[in-house]
């Protein structure tokens, strides 16, 4: 599956080049338990980048936790 970016000049841009990976991803979602968690958890912050209250994480936080 191909997905084709838009070009980046501005921070729009690359919010746009998120909503599109968090697309791609969800197509990809529906075999796959990670990739569904990957899915949410991006689209999460996304949503938290475009309200402009995202914070970057401590250097001791863990951004994926697998399931054992």
Sequence with gaps: ????FP????DED???RLD???SFLNKLSTKS???RHLHHNL???????K???F?????HDEYFIFPR
């Design 14 to 16: 690359f919010v746009n």
């Design 20 to 22: 599109e990976i968090c």
């Design 7 to 10: 070009e980046a000049d501005r």
């Design 55 to 59: 914070h970057f994480m401590d250097e």
């Design 51 to 53: 309200n402009k209250t």
């Design 43 to 49: 689209c999460k912050d996304v949503e938290l980048v």
């Design 1 to 4: 599956m191909d997905i084709e």
């Design 33 to 35: 338990y990670i990739i």
